[in-house]
């Protein structure tokens, strides 16, 4: 490592830095890899809830509510055990062996069913609280539904669900630390906390390595946060500024 | 008793149905039953403490001196930055060293504390039993749930109308008694929304105690649903996990269920006398 740094040759935080700086792409990488799958299937469930039928409704009330009331961890080892008890590992979609059963692909996949519920639950909360002025006046000059969905609905439930939205992705980000908790690691394909354990069992220096893989937490927090806040402002863009709004970290505590 | 009850079934109903009764009250599954007591010890010993740090915390971010008021603010904001299972993980390891060190302090020779090693000498081994590790998962889920409850709690105190406190001046209370007496005692109808959504994630969160090495429900489930091939060792059966962990999936949406219930009946206690607009109890 000091080759590398040579201004911090023993400098030990350093080094675990640049030594977790791989690890945490594999959190990125669930995290990200799940939310455009997540999202839009969210605005189906989010809509399938609203629904005036009152079968579709149910059906995404249960999913919802299964899924929200029950742990991540759990749901991460009944998929998984489920996959294996059905020999998916010998399923090759498109004729690529091994891809199922890779954590790669199941860790987004357990993600993405967790993470909709979730989002569905804020998108449907939104969705209820979509002035009912601006849909009489739709209604008013003849918008179809599709068409009142499109310019009415559609933004106004994207703008009001958005914060929470965001707090749900860093809840998403979070929850990506238990993944390979439960799934089998492969190589050296470690997430922080995997790779956090396996620094800590060599000299069992437990402040620093999960101190460091707790700062790449943090960090990446923040920036989904200013990321988000960027977005907020656009999606806000025709409002008139009462005051300023802060980019600041301003985590909202509920799930 | 049970072979009682089995020798019955099998007279009355059936051989089979007593085959089942028997794989379902062998030992393994006797203690799977029995591992649930784990999980609601950690859940409400997590919840107590985290109501206590809760409140410690936001009365600490509301403090007329600015440590505390800095203090409070950095424990929220960086517990809510960092994933739960991190400081479930980190907490007990982290009390163990610090125990460590400190009996390395009492036994181990000087050259033994300097050769670098951990730990220093077999005098400062620290041997931890589910007890303790049950404790500590207390503990850590405690921290972590009341920053989220200090906050809900923070808000809540704000809720609480202004002109009661200004009154409560008004008629000569001190201080520290408008704050215990008035703000404290009134805030809780604000918060029981927001709590009641807490304690649904510190919930979920016990399902991370077999990580602490505790034989909880989770880690049962994996043992009892693992392949059997081995007729001795009881029925033959091939990987039945995934029924297991559906077993917990619904056991835990029932406890999700009940939860909802016991807070709403809370929350009705909590408002008698109260006349609140819908949707004004949201902290």
Redo the contacts between chains.
Sequence with gaps: MSEILPSFPNSAFVQDIVILAKPALFNIYFAFASIPFGFPFAVVLALMKNSSSGLVSRIARVYI??F????????F??FY??M??FNLSHWKPMGIDHIVMHPLFIGPLVLVLNTSAYAAEILYGALRAVPHLELEAAKAIGMNRLQTFRSVVWPNMIRLAWPAYTNEVIFLF??T??VY?TLPVINDEKDL?NKA?EL?EK??N??LH?SV??LY??VI??MIFFVAGLIQKRLNRHKVPTDRQSLS?K?T??? | MLEALSLWISNHVSADAAMWFDYFTNGKHLAWYASVRFTLIAAFGGAALAVLFGLAGASARRSGFAPFRWLGWGYTTMVRGIPDVLIILFFPLAFEQGVEWLMAQQACSAAELASGVWPPCDGAQWYLSTTEYLIMACVSLGLVYGAFAANVVYGAMDAVPASQLEAAKAYGFTKRQIFMRFQVRQMWIYALPGLSNVWMLLLKATAFLSLLQIADIVLWAERLGAPNYFARAGMLHPDWRWRYYLVLFLFYILMTVLSEYFFKFLEKRASRGMRLNQGEATA
Excluded: E, K, N
């Excluded at chain 1, 029950?70 to 749901?75: G, N």
């Design positions: 509510y299964a929200r009331g029950s742990p991540l961890f759990i749901q080892f009944m055990s489920l294996l008890a979070h929850a630390a238990i908790f906390m354990g800590f000299d069992y437990v402040f999960f893989a707790a937490f943090l927090s923040l970290y985590p505590f509920l799930r």
